[in-house]
Every structure is written in C-alpha cells, then in structure tokens.
C-alpha cells in the first residue's frame, strides 16, 4: 500500500508551530517548507529525500535530532487514521493543540505500531522555530571512554544549543573514506559530529570554543575541525549520512536498530565482532 | 615574498536571501567567508608552505564582525590580519569596488606586498571587478580566474580559466594581482589547534572612514528582485506531442 499521492500540506500555523501534512508528504519537502516559514521539522534522517511523513510516524522514526526536538512520542500532536474496517479516525488532527490532557491518548497507539492497527493518512506534528545559528565541529578521540567524557562536557559546556551528537568509528569511516573525504586526514578510532542550533551565532560559538578548549586540554579530544560556513556543515553531514550507503555497497549488510545503555555500546561491539568470523 | 589576500565576509553560500524593501534582507542572515577568497586563502598558506612566501596576511574590510573571517583565515594559516572597519553594506549596495580597490591599493604601498591574490568576485555581489581595478591603480600585471599558480617568488606563470579552455600567462616579473577561480584549490578545513592559534595573531584595525578615501557609491543601485519563479514543467504522453511541443511552443526545432 503506498499512500505517496496524499502529498499536500493541509495547514501550518506559525503561532504554534503545528503542521497538519497528509501521510504521503517527503520529509525533505516539509523541512523546505517550514524553513521558509522559519520553523523546523524535529525528525531529521539520511533518508529524507525519499521516506514519507507517515512512515516515519508508523515506525516512530528517531534521526539525529532526537536528544533536542524529542521523539515523534512527544512531537506528534495529532493523527488520522484508516482502520481496518475503512473507518476514518480523527484523532485530534484537527484541529490540533499545543496542550490537550484529555482522555486516553489514542494516537499514542499508532505511532510506531507500523500500519498494525491502521494506516496513518494525515499527521499534525508540532514544529520547533528555527534557529539562526547552526555550527558544527567533526572530533577525534582515543576511545569510546572518552566519547562519553565529550558527550558529558557538551551537556555541560553547550547546553541547551546540543542539537546532535553522532559518533562514527574507524572500520565504518575507514569505508567511508573511499568515497567520501574525511575532514579530519588522520584517523582515529572515534569520530563524533557535534551541531549545534541557537538563536545568538556569537554567543553559540563562545560557547563551542570553551567546549572545544576544555575538550582538548583535558584530551579527551585529539583533535577536529570547526566549519567556518553551512557548506562546511553539510560536508560533515554528508560523512556521517554516507556511512550507511557505503558500508552496504561493501556487500550484504543485516541491520539492527539497536538501543542499549551508553556504556554498554563498546562490549555490545567488541562481543559482536569477537563472534564474527576474522573476515 | 609578502602575500596580501583579500577575504571578504559575504551572505553564507548555502542561505537562501530573501528580498525586502528593494534590497537584499540581511537581518539574522549566516554571513561566512567568501568561497573564492576561502581559495585564494588556501593558495596563499600553500605558497608559504612551500617556502616561496614568507607572510601571509589577510585582510577585510566590514562591519565589527568581521573578524570572524579574518580569524578563519588565520586558522587557516594566515600569519596576521587588517581589518578595515566600515558599517557601510559591502553587497554593493553601498560600498563599491573603487572605493574597496581604492583601500586595498593604499594598504598594498604600505605593506610593500609582493603579490595580492583575492576571490574572483564576491557571491554577493558578483561584480569581479576589484583585482583588475587594483592592478590598474597599481599599474601591475593582473591574471584573473586563476586555475593553477606556479612561482619561484619572482615570476609567475598562471593557468587561467575562459569560456573556451585555458589559457596560460606568463608574468615575467612579481608583482603582481592574481584574482582566484573554483579550480585552484580544495580549501583546508580549519582545526583546532589552529583555531586556538589564531587567537594570538596580530589584528590590525582601522576605520575606512580615516583613510582619506572617497567611499561613496559611483553607481546608483535601482531596484533588488528575486528572479521570476520557475515554470513547472509539463509531462508528455508521447514523443510526437514532444516534438510538437518544441516546435511549435518552445520555438526551438523548426
């Protein structure tokens, strides 16, 4: 069932931030739209070209945004939806409310329920505005320890400007490399992008160079690079959005999203690969 | 040899400007170094890497913040930096490039700078015209859309970019302007040790006002609109209607 013809935008208000958009609508038309309208859509994925609003609601898609804007659980204000026996569900889609604590929260069901208990056909999503200010710097360090040591001082340093914090490693960016320049020429067994979004481009890279300055005196980054413009930006991106093509054109590849505690990633890892065959 | 790079602070390349009151909106706008001047940057550090220049210096003429790209190309290796302070618009709509080639040709007597290299225009304006206009109140050789530089610090020979291939000028005497095109470089990122280093270089600062220069517009702008939207584009059912279409709507087969 594809649902790729419900592709209008049905509303926005810019008071609240909500966009009522049909289920078929591409994730990467509605961040050009609510650009324009200086508004963001809090998902952001490597797939946005391509996967459809709906989609992304029924599978309770997370992206790199996810510790800023919030899970799709906390963004979704509204749905419609299609039962199996063709009855049609508004469920507070519209209209739709910034604060509605009534009731039981039917939607709440469908989200993530993957077309289970029916198919989502139009989606009221609350829209964060959207910041001036976008940075981003690419870190190298040693060890995972002291990833989780950069993640702790950009809670800290960055506060409430963290929007993403992704961190790649040497085998996946050792892949990447063929295809796509690294910005850092060296390589170290972690790499980790940082973006920030905020409202005061002065005082968002004040605050970066503290983060940064601390992180290195202290070593627990080695090194990295600041982008000095957007491109710069979306070149960091790119790296970090091509290690999934990449690897899997290296041949067949299972994936699994899997969420475990931070500290427990580094044993999930080296268990995995202590079971794999050498090659 | 002493190396004078422009670097100019321009609307980002990746922001979409809106248009507002016949002029471009520049309020909240993400304003970073001008890509061309980002190369002629790169090409300046690699000059000096390679021990045919001894300094680097890089210099902007712009508002207060400015110094963010002056402190880009210093982490980029520049050695130190003038900043001309003006709050005029350097888009064109008030400061334009005689009066900018003007400041640059006093700076360059000054500095007793060797070689100048710049950005073939700026994005924001696209004008290209401050190197040849410098190199003729300087009365040096010019190359513009410079591809590739070769120098022993004496003479030049550059590879240049036109419409029909390239074409390569020999300077056979320093010094000269060179303004610099896409393919020259790939500009370096910059690091953070970098960074952290280009917080001791030297700025000098001077407002363009004291210079003694006439700053004002030659040319009066008339009218700022976005280009008119694109037309969607219709799909054909077969290769008949197609032809029939290109030539009897489109006007391009007879």
């Known amino acids: ?279 | 040899m002493k190396i004078l790079v422009g670097v100019k602070r321009v609307v980002d390349y990746a922001v979409k400007v809106r248009v507002q009151n016949n002029t471009v909106d520049l309020k909240n706008i993400k304003m970073s170094l001008n890509p061309f001047c980002e190369i002629a940057i790169e090409e300046a550090v690699r000059l000096k890497e390679q021990k045919v220049a001894d300094e680097v210096v890089a210099m902007t003429i712009g508002p207060k913040q400015a110094t963010e790209t002056l402190r880009t190309a210093l982490a980029m290796g520049a050695d130190r930096a003038i900043h001309i302070t003006t709050d005029l618009r350097t888009d064109y709509m008030e400061l334009q490039p005689f009066a900018v080639s003007q400041i640059f040709q006093k700076i360059v007597e000054e500095e007793n700078s060797d070689l100048v290299l710049l950005g073939k225009q700026g994005i924001d304006s696209d004008c290209g015209q401050t190197g040849p206009m410098l190199a003729g109140l300087l009365g040096w050789p010019q190359v513009t859309f410079a591809a590739n530089i070769e120098t022993d610090g004496k003479s030049m020979t550059v590879e240049r970019e036109t419409d029909s291939g390239t074409e390569t000028i020999k300077i056979s005497q320093l010094p000269a302007v060179v303004t610099c095109d896409l393919r020259l470089n790939e500009p370096r990122y910059a690091t953070l040790p970098n960074i952290m280093k280009a917080k001791k270089k030297k700025v000098d600062t001077r407002a363009a006002e004291d210079m003694g220069i006439d700053l004002a517009p030659r040319n009066q702008v008339l009218e700022v609109y976005e280009p008119p939207p694109r037309k969607e584009g219709i799909m054909v059912e077969n290769m008949d209607e197609l032809i029939d279409k290109l030539k009897n709507e489109a006007g391009v087969i007879a």
């Open chain 1, 1 to 279: 069932l594809s649902v790729e013809c419900l592709n209008n935008i049905e509303y926005f208000d810019s008071m609240s931030g909500i966009l009522g958009a049909q289920a078929g609508c591409i994730l990467q038309d509605l961040q050009d739209y609510t650009a324009t309208r200086d508004h963001l859509v809090p998902i952001d994925l490597g797939a946005k070209g391509t996967c459809q609003i709906g989609g992304n609601v029924s599978t309770n898609a997370g992206g790199s945004y996810y510790y800023r804007y919030g899970s799709l659980r906390g963004n979704v204000l509204g749905l419609e939806v299609v039962l199996a026996n063709g009855e049609v569900l508004n469920l507070g889609y519209n209209p739709s409310h910034l604060k509605d604590n009534t009731g039981y929260d039917l939607k709440a069901l469908f989200i993530g329920a993957e077309g289970t208990l029916g198919i989502v056909t139009k989606v009221a999503i609350l829209c964060p505005r959207l910041q001036k200010s976008k940075c981003a710097a690419f870190l190298a360090c040693q060890n995972f320890e002291q990833v989780i040591k950069a993640l702790e001082m950009a809670k800290s340093h960055l506060g409430e400007i963290l929007a993403a914090f992704e961190f790649m490693d040497d085998e996946v960016l050792g892949v990447v490399k063929e295809k796509v320049p690294l910005p850092i020429l060296e390589m170290y067994p972690y790499c980790v992008l940082v973006e920030t979004h905020g409202s005061d481009e002065e005082h968002d890279l004040a605050k970066i160079e503290k983060y940064l300055s601390s992180a290195m005196e202290e070593d627990i980054v080695l090194d990295g690079v600041l982008a000095q413009s957007l491109s710069q930006v979306q070149d960091f991106w790119k790296v970090r959005e091509s290690c999934n093509p990449c690897v899997a054109e290296k041949g067949f590849v299972y994936k699994y999203d899997v969420s475990l505690p931070v500290h427990d990633f580094p044993l999930f890892v080296s268990e995995i690969r202590s079971n794999m065959p050498p090659e």
